[in-house]
Nanobody, 122 residues
């Protein structure tokens, strides 16, 4: 089992920045691909970014250049730095862990955090 706890969400204005953190406990953190997903009201959960177990990084087109994902295996944490936030970034953001080779779809993630709300006002 892996337990994930997100923090750092909040209400900000367009153009502002936020830093989301995810603290992991349980099994060996470094063995997992760590992803961030988000889900807006009435929409499906969508991929935001991933940092793989070998530290490869991929972003959704909608956030590339504005968001930065990183991991610290010594501290069992993964961080999502968000800059230039837009109202369309408003969603619940979830941290997730996967031990599978692929990483773009929610179904390949074994463990999920409870989510943290990010609201961007215009």
């Amino acid at each position: 089992q892996v337990q994930l706890v997100e923090s750092g969400g909040g209400l900000v204005q367009a153009g502002d920045s936020l830093r989301l953190s995810c603290a992991a406990s349980g099994r060996t953190f470094s063995n997992y691909n760590m992803g961030w997903f988000r889900q807006a009201p009435g929409k499906e959960r969508e991929f935001v970014a991933v940092v793989t177990r070998i530290s490869l990084i991929y972003y959704a087109d909608s956030v590339r250049g504005r968001f930065t994902i990183s991991r610290d295996n010594a501290k069992n944490t993964v961080t999502l730095q968000m800059k230039g936030l837009k109202p369309e970034d408003t969603a619940i953001y979830y941290c997730a862990a996967s031990d599978e080779a692929s990483f773009g779809k929610p179904r390949v993630y074994n463990y999920w955090g409870q989510g943290t709300q990010v609201t961007v006002s215009s």
